[in-house]
């Protein structure tokens, strides 16, 4: 049996702006969402319940004996214990604390390291793996469970479930240990349809073949750039019917079928488009539910493209295609298309829509359009790690 000490820290304010189209939860957006929403409303608490659960599991299945170290709730305790883990309390914020900050994050990091951590798991986006990453200055391993509207970072698990496997793989020796890149997001820009990301540190993380992704690829070569808009032209004038309802979601690739359109689409929005008009501009999730049942069509499209080196379609900056959306359309209303030079580096793609039935309802086979009149048939498979 494998005694082992492990810290777990939620941010329970990430991924909450996702379906209304935030471009991220800085500051002071947590204080608008507080006043509406407790923490277990939120899908941060949800994520961090569905790694716990499957934690227990493995915990049980292998024999382990961990101790969590969390914070009181809403900063991870909770899911902890409604698992059946054993927990111990990390006296760093006050109990019922609503809403918390950027600062508790860290000085809970701080507080986890003063009873020697082998792993810090926290539960959150690029934001939290910064904080996380500045407090524990290399003293222990970080590990991701995404929970944010960006999870471009190299730290994080495909998902919930894919993260509690590798931490059991972890203190049972099956997972090494390796510099990974965090990257930082300049949120204000993003928020402008500007994508700007960098380099901002390399952070010990445990790793494993397909139990962690790696960092977002942002840089397009001129050679895909015409790939891009091969795609766009066979979009326009094959696949662009009338009296069809387009929901167009962010990215470059499908930026430039928003171009080929002639509409003034976003770059990192989700926009609507019905016979070559444009509906709506980067739509959150209700905006887009209100065009579906408002608009005279006779299908729906959703046009989505993987992230470059991770091939997350679905759950990574277009969480306003929720489960509700998908569900009212059906999964046969999903178009994919991609590059050849990006599905060059992706062996499968993702969907993590936070609704592991749907995830897998999901999940087999795509056809993705990858040039004019050209196709390829690419696996699907659950940001949970699940085959």
């Not at 990091?109 to 082998?118: I, S």
């Not at 524990?136 to 960006?150: D, E, Q, S």
């Not at 087999?364 to 790690?385: A, C, E, K, M, T």
């Amino acid at each position: 049996m494998v005694v082992a000490r492990a810290c777990f820290i939620l941010n329970p304010f990430a991924g909450a702006g996702g379906r209304r189209a935030w471009k991220g939860t800085d500051w002071p957006l947590p204080l608008k969402i507080a006043r509406e929403a407790g923490p277990r409303e939120l899908p941060a608490w949800r994520r961090a319940e569905r790694f716990a659960a499957e934690m227990a599991r493995q915990e049980r299945a292998r024999g382990l004996r961990i101790l969590w170290l969390a914070p009181p709730d809403p900063m991870g305790r909770g899911p902890l214990e409604g698992a059946g883990l054993r927990v111990e309390t990390v006296p760093c914020i006050v109990e019922g604390k609503w809403p918390t900050s950027p600062d508790d994050t860290m000085g809970c990091v701080e507080e986890c390291l003063r009873r020697g951590p082998e792993l810090i798991v926290f539960a959150g986006g690029d934001g939290t793996a910064r904080l996380v990453a500045s407090a524990a200055r290399r003293r222990a391993p970080i590990l991701g469970v995404p929970a944010g509207v960006k999870v471009y970072s190299a730290v994080f698990s495909p998902g919930p479930e894919a993260a509690a496997r590798l931490v059991a793989d972890f203190f049972e020796g099956r997972a090494h240990v390796e510099e990974r890149e965090i990257l930082d997001i300049d949120e204000d820009a993003f928020r402008r349809g500007e994508l700007r990301a960098r380099l901002w540190d390399y952070h010990p993380a445990p790793a494993r073949p397909g139990l962690v992704v790696g960092g977002k690829q942002a840089h397009h070569s001129q050679g895909e750039l015409w790939e891009m808009e091969e795609i766009a032209e066979y979009f326009r004038e094959e696949i662009a019917r009338p009296c069809t309802l387009l929901v167009l979601g962010p990215g470059r690739t499908v930026y430039e079928i928003k171009r080929a359109l002639g509409v003034e689409g976003s770059l990192l929005g989700v926009d609507a488009v019905h016979n070559e008009r444009l509906l709506g501009r980067d739509l959150d999730e209700e905006g887009i539910l209100r065009l579906i049942r408002e608009t005279p069509h006779r299908r729906v499209l959703i046009v989505v493209s993987p992230i470059g080196g991770q091939g997350f379609i679905l759950g990574r900056g277009n969480q306003q295609i929720s489960p509700r959306i998908l569900r009212l359309v059906g999964p046969e209303s999903l178009l994919v298309v991609a590059t050849p030079t990006k599905l060059r580096g992706l062996k499968k793609l993702l969907v993590d829509t936070g609704d592991p039935g749907l995830d897998t309802r999901l999940s087999g086979h795509v056809r993705v359009l990858v040039g004019y009149n050209r196709f390829r048939i690419v696996p699907v498979r659950p940001g949970s790690g699940e085959e």
